[in-house]
């Protein structure tokens, strides 16, 4: 009953709800992996990081052949910034469904984190012979491929965009592969026609409002203007000899290459594109 209940409730929108109703099955009977990988796709998407992952390993430790929680789990773990260890969960659900076209993408999207360009095309080729009609998909291998005119991929694509019944996600994705197949084949016009036909359509998705842009900015100064910090105040930490460097700048601007170049320095250590910051703001502005 607990279960179900906390699946009405998360289709009703109410988390909070939800995630107790999922505890109190597991407190039940904690050898439930279908309430472990409920619960654990719910708190993958309030962030709470470490605590799915743990729900994901007892499901896939109660229920070995769960392909969906080990594909959940590898998610899980990329957006931890552990992409090596979510290309192992990704590859054993794959083991256990081979047909499974979402753990196929997302392999080939972790194999490209890690720079392994080769392993990445075959992923997500791979896809695309499962569902050839995946848009994101030929999105993400658009990314990855120099087009020529006898590509078989491009007939394959023009085929779909010509389709009626595409949702808006899945057109936008096809926009921005089409961009990339026409910029290879160096017909502009077409190029800049499908882009802006996908740059309109991916602004709708955004539902941006200035007003709100607003208000959260201003939260966020506020956050930081007083001493010690709502944040400082909120953590529990012990003072640090490390002394961490920002790299801060705009999309494409150079500042990956810049981390690079400093953590090449053997007493400096990259880490990459840290979330952890984020994750704290936007849990403080929950709260306020």
Same mark, same amino acid.
């Given at each position: 009953?607990?279960? &179900?209940? /906390?699946?009405?409730?998360?289709? *009703? %929108? $109410?988390? !909070?709800? +939800?995630?107790?109703?999922?505890? #109190? =099955? @597991?407190?039940?009977?904690?050898?439930?992996?279908?309430?472990?990988?409920?619960?654990?796709?719910?708190?993958?998407?309030?962030?709470?990081?470490?605590?799915?992952?743990?729900?994901?390993?007892?499901?896939?430790?109660?229920?070995?052949?769960?392909?969906?929680?080990?594909? &959940?789990? /590898?998610?899980?773990?990329?957006? *931890? %910034? $552990?992409? !090596?260890? +979510?290309?192992?969960?990704?590859? #054993? =659900? @794959?083991?256990?469904?081979?047909?499974?076209?979402?753990?196929?993408?997302?392999?080939?999207?972790?194999?490209?984190?890690?720079?392994?360009?080769?392993?990445?095309?075959?992923?997500?080729?791979?896809?695309?012979?499962?569902?050839?009609?995946y848009a994101e998909v030929h999105h993400n291998l658009s990314t990855l491929k120099k087009y020529t005119a006898s590509d078989a991929q491009i007939t394959k694509m023009?085929?779909?965009?010509?389709?009626?019944?595409?949702?808006?996600?899945?057109?936008?994705?096809?926009?921005?592969?089409?961009?990339?197949?026409?910029?290879?084949?160096?017909?502009?016009?077409?190029?800049?026609?499908?882009?802006?036909?996908?740059?309109?359509?991916?602004?709708?998705?955004?539902?941006?409002?200035?007003?709100?842009?607003?208000?959260?900015?201003?939260?966020?100064?506020?956050?930081?203007?007083?001493?010690?910090?709502?944040?400082?105040?909120?953590?529990?930490?012990?003072?640090?000899?490390?002394?961490?460097?920002?790299?801060?700048?705009?999309?494409?601007?150079?500042?990956?290459?810049?981390?690079?170049?400093?953590?090449?320095?053997?007493?400096?250590?990259?880490?990459?594109?840290?979330?952890?910051?984020?994750?704290?703001?936007?849990?403080?502005?929950?709260?306020?």
């Open positions: 009953v607990c279960y &179900n209940l /906390g699946i009405t409730l998360r289709e *009703l %929108g $109410q988390v !909070d709800d +939800a995630i107790s109703s999922y505890e #109190k =099955a @597991l407190s039940i009977k904690h050898a439930y992996p279908n309430a472990h990988n409920n619960l654990g796709n719910i708190l993958l998407e309030l962030r709470q990081l470490d605590t799915a992952v743990d729900h994901f390993e007892w499901a896939v430790a109660y229920r070995p052949d769960f392909a969906e929680a080990y594909n &959940n789990l /590898g998610i899980t773990l990329r957006a *931890l %910034g $552990q992409p !090596d260890a +979510a290309v192992k969960h990704y590859e #054993k =659900a @794959l083991a256990i469904k081979p047909d499974y076209v979402q753990a196929q993408n997302n392999l080939g999207n972790a194999f490209k984190e890690l720079g392994e360009q080769d392993a990445a095309v075959k992923s997500f080729e791979k896809a695309l012979a499962i569902q050839p009609d023009q085929s779909l965009f010509s389709t009626s019944d595409l949702s808006q996600p899945a057109r936008t994705h096809l926009c921005f592969a089409l961009a990339k197949v026409y910029e290879d084949l160096g017909k502009q016009d077409e190029l800049f026609k499908v882009l802006h036909e996908g740059n309109q359509l991916r602004r709708q998705e955004f539902n941006y409002s200035l007003d709100m842009s607003q208000n959260y900015h201003s939260t966020i100064r506020n956050l930081f203007s007083s001493s010690p910090t709502v944040i400082e105040k909120s953590l529990s930490y012990e003072a640090s000899t490390i002394r961490p460097v920002f790299i801060v700048g705009m999309l494409r601007s150079g500042t990956s290459l810049v981390e690079q170049i400093i953590a090449s320095h053997h007493a400096v250590y990259g880490a990459g594109e840290l979330r952890t910051l984020t994750d704290i703001i936007t849990q403080q502005l929950k709260d306020h």
